[in-house]
């Protein structure tokens, strides 16, 4: 992970800097994640933040399937990396702007449904492979949902792999503010965090507090239901390498 402070603008890039893996979130990267995320709580220099990703094929591809994360025996009890890999998770108030630069699935919507708004480039896909895999789709499916309507949220979701939402498709039902060339995604997720770290900082914060309060008693509500759908409808580990060993790579783009 890379992370860049401007002091003149306030404004801190980071970066998740594993292009080699799409990247895929591993345990290290996720430390990172939120030892960054509870460092900004603390830095005065920082007013917003840019989250994006190495290289132009993806933003985010969700946890790398190279990473085992140990579970307890308990179907009650789910052990999941990605719920304090966001900003919101470890109580940072300030605005983050995500600039998706490719494919953001499965996982990486942990990051963006704690980002206040989206810009995508024109290239940018959304997918979300769980059910393809034999996996529900719980903690990311809730978490756009507060973002996307409910129809387009039950489509991603059910359809796996078979399809992709496109950058056009994504801004068109309010999953991104704004579609920008490739070459342009950066500054201009970079100009927009300036002008949120130009105002007041406390007024900003407030406001970011304000919007999330709107929504959190039903989020919090749905996300405790997530482990036990979790629990009962996984396939086991050996079942889902074998469907993803057999998946299609074609796919629709709409």
Same mark, same amino acid.
């Given at each position: 992970?890379? @992370?860049?402070?401007? /002091?003149?603008?306030?404004?801190?890039?980071?970066?998740?800097?594993? #292009?080699?893996?799409?990247?895929?979130?591993?345990?290290?990267?996720?430390?990172?994640?939120?030892?960054?995320?509870? /460092?900004?709580?603390?830095?005065?220099?920082?007013?917003?933040?840019?989250?994006?990703?190495?290289?132009?094929?993806?933003?985010?591809?969700?946890?790398? %399937?190279?990473?085992?994360?140990?579970?307890?025996?308990?179907?009650?009890?789910?052990?999941?990396?990605?719920?304090?890999?966001? #900003?919101?998770?470890?109580?940072?108030?300030?605005?983050?702007?995500?600039?998706?630069?490719?494919?953001?699935?499965?996982?990486?919507?942990?990051?963006?449904?704690? !980002?206040?708004? @989206?810009?995508?480039?024109?290239?940018?896909?959304?997918?979300?492979?769980?059910?393809?895999?034999?996996?529900?789709?719980?903690?990311?499916?809730?978490?756009?949902?507060?973002?996307?309507?409910?129809?387009?949220?039950? %489509?991603?979701?059910?359809?796996?792999?078979?399809?992709?939402?496109?950058?056009?498709?994504?801004?068109? @039902?309010?999953?991104?503010?704004?579609?920008?060339?490739?070459?342009?995604?950066?500054?201009?997720?970079?100009?927009?965090?300036?002008?949120?770290?130009?105002?007041?900082?406390?007024?900003?914060?407030?406001?970011?507090? !304000?919007?999330? !309060?709107?929504?959190?008693?039903?989020?919090?509500?749905?996300?405790?239901?997530?482990?036990?759908?979790?629990?009962?409808?996984?396939?086991?580990?050996?079942?889902? !390498?074998?469907?993803?060993?057999?998946?299609?790579? /074609?796919?629709?783009?709409?």
């Amino acid at each position: 992970m890379r @992370v860049r402070r401007d /002091e003149a603008t306030g404004v801190a890039v980071l970066t998740l800097d594993r #292009p080699e893996r799409h990247n895929a979130l591993d345990l290290d990267l996720v430390g990172q994640l939120r030892a960054a995320w509870r /460092e900004f709580r603390y830095d005065d220099g920082v007013r917003a933040v840019v989250l994006t990703g190495a290289g132009e094929r993806a933003f985010c591809t969700g946890v790398d %399937r190279a990473v085992r994360v140990e579970q307890p025996g308990s179907p009650y009890s789910l052990d999941d990396p990605l719920l304090t890999v966001g #900003p919101k998770a470890n109580d940072l108030w300030k605005p983050v702007v995500a600039a998706v630069n490719g494919m953001a699935c499965g996982g990486a919507f942990y990051l963006l449904g704690e !980002a206040e708004f @989206v810009l995508a480039a024109e290239h940018a896909t959304f997918f979300d492979p769980h059910t393809t895999y034999g996996m529900v789709s719980a903690y990311e499916t809730v978490l756009m949902a507060q973002r996307m309507p409910f129809g387009e949220v039950a %489509r991603m979701a059910l359809m796996g792999t078979a399809e992709r939402v496109s950058a056009r498709r994504a801004y068109e @039902v309010g999953l991104v503010s704004e579609v920008c060339p490739g070459g342009e995604l950066l500054p201009a997720a970079t100009r927009a965090a300036a002008v949120l770290a130009s105002f007041p900082t406390e007024a900003v914060q407030g406001t970011v507090r !304000a919007l999330w !309060a709107a929504k959190e008693a039903t989020r919090t509500q749905a996300l405790a239901q997530a482990p036990h759908l979790i629990a009962l409808g996984n396939a086991g580990p050996g079942r889902q !390498a074998e469907l993803f060993a057999g998946r299609q790579r /074609e796919f629709r783009l709409r």
